[in-house]
């Protein structure tokens, strides 16, 4: 749409005012309110869907004036079919392509190993400079998982420094390094004994 400006100020019609009119003409306008239970639900006016896509019923839709009279919106501005630059979504500076499911029934990263032969033989059909990127939960979690074995290293010598510290001796501290695989399992058996009663049935119980 082309507006005139020079008749839109003759005929006392800000640019402002004209933008709002045509919004609540195309995407609507709140008008009230409508009482459901204990919620407000807001009622939107605006115009039917017949006359919002017919170019030639724009052009005759009536603008309110701010004196209380209303002229047709071909008086003055333009309509007319132009092409407009779309909107481009970027991840990593680089245009992409975001391709969302979700999984019912299953975990995100059983359904990524499934189809990975098929995006394998996808990615290498693929021209030079397209590639295709897994995210969501599973990107998340391999970040989460590299942030962890990243201070791994450093937790196990923060530990042998400490155990060294205490027991002064290389046997003893090799001792409880082995020894400590075996506390690990007790630990797992005790935190999953609770959880296998509480998922036992009442008959069982």
Known sequence: MVVDQDKARQV?????????ALNAIMSGLE??????SIYLVGT??????ADRVDVATLQNMQIQMPTGSAIPLSDIATL???????VIWRRGRLPTISVQAEVAGTESV????????QMMALRAKLPAGYSVDVGGLVEDSARAEASIMAV????LMIMLTILMAQLHSFQRVFLVVSVAPLGLIAL?????RPARLWGSSPRSA
């Open 110 to 117: 059983s359904v990524v190993r499934a189809l990975d032969p």
């Open 44 to 49: 939107i006016a605006r115009s039917q869907r």
């Open 152 to 155: 791994v290293p450093v937790m």
């Open 31 to 36: 008008i009230t309110h409508v009482r459901d």
């Open 80 to 86: 007319e079919y132009t092409d407009e630059q779309p």
């Open 188 to 192: 797992l058996r005790s935190c999953l």
């Open 12 to 20: 006392g019609l800000p640019p402002t005012e004209l933008a709002a």
